[in-house]
């Protein structure tokens, strides 16, 4: 089995910053692409970074400027540096790993984290 274990949420003012990581444990082979999704009340799931395993990264247009995202392949850790944080960057923040594991290597199974929250106040 594999687990995806989030840290750094919290409650921040307008405009400052939090660091998301995600540590992966268990089965691994190999980590593929990773990436952070967030989900507000009310409303659904939604990419907010991906980096792959090559370490292209991709955003949303609404976090593009803002947010960084970042991995350590050596920890297998992927990290969400977020800074100039907006009250609409307020949510529950979830880590997702594509992985081959130590029993299945021709296959790819995504992982997801439990969720961190984040809660920007104005």
């Known amino acids: 089995q594999v687990q995806l274990v989030e840290s750094g949420g919290g409650l921040v003012q307008a405009g400052g910053s939090l660091r998301l990581s995600c540590a992966a444990s268990?089965?691994?082979?190999?980590?593929?692409?990773m990436g952070w999704y967030r989900q507000a009340p009310g409303s659904q799931r939604e990419r907010v970074a991906v980096i792959s395993s090559g370490s292209d990264t991709s955003y949303a247009d609404s976090v593009k400027g803002r947010f960084t995202i970042s991995r350590d392949n050596a920890k297998n850790t992927v990290y969400l540096q977020m800074n100039s944080l907006k009250p609409e960057d307020t949510a529950v923040y979830y880590c997702?790993?594509?992985?081959?594991?130590?029993?299945?290597?021709?296959?790819?199974?995504?992982?997801w984290g439990q969720g961190t929250q984040v809660t920007v106040s104005s």
């Open positions: 997702n790993a594509d992985v081959k594991t130590r029993e299945r290597q021709r296959n790819t199974f995504k992982y």
């Open positions: 268990g089965s691994i082979f190999s980590l593929n692409a």
